[in-house]
């Protein structure tokens, strides 16, 4: 379920401002406000989220594949914009990451119930730089991805191969589809 709008934090603070005014004035709150839906707003935190990464897709030196994010909780939950990551070797030793947050598509609030999922979308290199052996640097065998809003990482196997350019790798935000 896509939430296509997005509340921000100073309106929810104007709005509670004023809510709280309304009531120490006695106001009572107009019927439309009322029977406003409430937002359903609890962010997907790391522990209630598993991840995978989809099959590489691969043509003349460039590779994409979807990082996806899967709800495993019990509990409805958010994400909105772009995670973190860090690929890392056989005994979790990071390797070069360099990751570039690109704007197709751009955040959106996401809803997710149990079993619903969300998907960065992602593109780097195979075709080593200027300075780069081959291969351009050791091969990643995994990835641990920060979700939005999030300073734990989860972990996800990494089948992508080598990435170049000093491990650069394009991000979209989080979106289903």
Same mark, same amino acid.
């Given at each position: 379920?896509?939430?296509?709008?997005?509340?921000?934090?100073?309106?929810?603070?104007?709005?509670?401002?004023?809510?709280?005014?309304?009531?120490?004035?006695?106001?009572?709150?107009?019927?439309?406000a009322q029977d406003?839906?409430?937002?359903?707003?609890?962010?997907?935190?790391?522990?209630?989220?598993? #991840?995978? !990464?989809?099959? =590489? %897709?691969?043509?003349?030196?460039?590779?994409?594949?979807?990082? *996806?994010? @899967?709800?495993?909780? +019990?509990?409805?939950?958010?994400?909105?914009?772009? #995670?973190? !990551?860090?690929? =890392? %070797?056989?005994?979790?030793?990071?390797?070069?990451?360099?990751? *570039?947050? @690109?704007?197709?598509? +751009?955040?959106?609030?996401?809803?997710?119930?149990? #079993?619903?999922?969300?998907?960065?979308s992602l593109h780097?290199?195979?075709?080593?730089?200027?300075?780069?052996?081959?291969?351009?640097?050791?091969?990643?065998?995994?990835?641990?991805?920060?979700?939005?809003?999030?300073?734990?990482?989860?972990?996800?196997?990494?089948?992508?191969?080598?990435?170049?350019?000093?491990?650069?790798?394009?991000?979209?935000?989080?979106?289903?589809?």
């Open positions: 379920m896509v939430v296509n709008r997005h509340i921000g934090t100073r309106i929810l603070q104007t709005s509670a401002g004023l809510l709280a005014a309304g009531a120490l004035a006695g106001s009572a709150l107009p019927a439309h406003a839906p409430q937002p359903r707003d609890p962010r997907c935190h790391t522990s209630q989220l598993s #991840g995978s !990464m989809s099959r =590489v %897709d691969a043509g003349a030196g460039q590779r994409y594949a979807d990082l *996806t994010l @899967t709800n495993s909780s +019990g509990a409805y939950c958010t994400l909105y914009g772009y #995670g973190g !990551m860090q690929l =890392v %070797d056989d005994a979790g030793n990071p390797l070069p990451t360099e990751v *570039t947050r @690109t704007d197709n598509p +751009g955040p959106t609030l996401i809803g997710l119930d149990p #079993g619903e999922s969300a998907s960065a780097w290199t195979a075709v080593p730089h200027e300075g780069e052996g081959y291969p351009c640097q050791p091969t990643a065998t995994g990835l641990e991805v920060i979700p939005p809003d999030e300073t734990d990482w989860l972990p996800v196997a990494w089948t992508g191969g080598a990435v170049c350019g000093g491990g650069a790798i394009d991000e979209s935000a989080y979106h289903q589809g």
